[in-house]
């Protein structure tokens, strides 16, 4: 004859696997429960406080963070837009100088080349 162990396993996904159990199944359910009994007191059981357990807070929290990261990568996306557009505006109004300095220097050459 064999006896039971003790414990049972306290992570959910080890529970899952001990009863064959699928990711939609609720572990809650099979964990193994130990019987408390003393004397002049009710009877009650006691079950391991389940790791790894997937609960509707834990969900959230990771959409909740997901959407922080594609909001920051947005964010971003556009200040990267507009410092390239300020970058080009930059380098044209460059070019303008340049070519007006440019044309500016030829000019007086011309003039004193003339007299």
């Keep these: 004859k064999t006896i039971p162990r003790r414990l049972g396993p306290k992570r959910a996904n080890h529970i899952r696997k001990l009863f ?3 990711k939609e199944d609720d572990v809650r359910k099979y964990v193994v429960k130990r019987p ?3 004397e002049s007191k009710k009877p ?3 079950a391991p406080k ?3 357990l997937i609960t509707p807070r834990r969900v959230q929290r990771k959409r909740h963070a997901l959407a922080l990261k594609k909001r920051r990568a947005e964010k971003q996306r556009v200040l990267q837009n507009e410092y390239a557009k300020l970058l080009q505006q930059y380098a044209k109004e460059k070019r303008e100088r340049k ?3 440019s044309k500016r220097r030829s000019s007086t050459r011309l003039s004193e080349s003339k007299s």
């Design 99 to 101: 070519r007006s300095e």
């Design 20 to 22: 064959n159990l699928s």
């Design 50 to 52: 389940i790791q790894r």
């Design 44 to 46: 009650r059981v006691k």
């Design 36 to 38: 408390l009994t003393k």
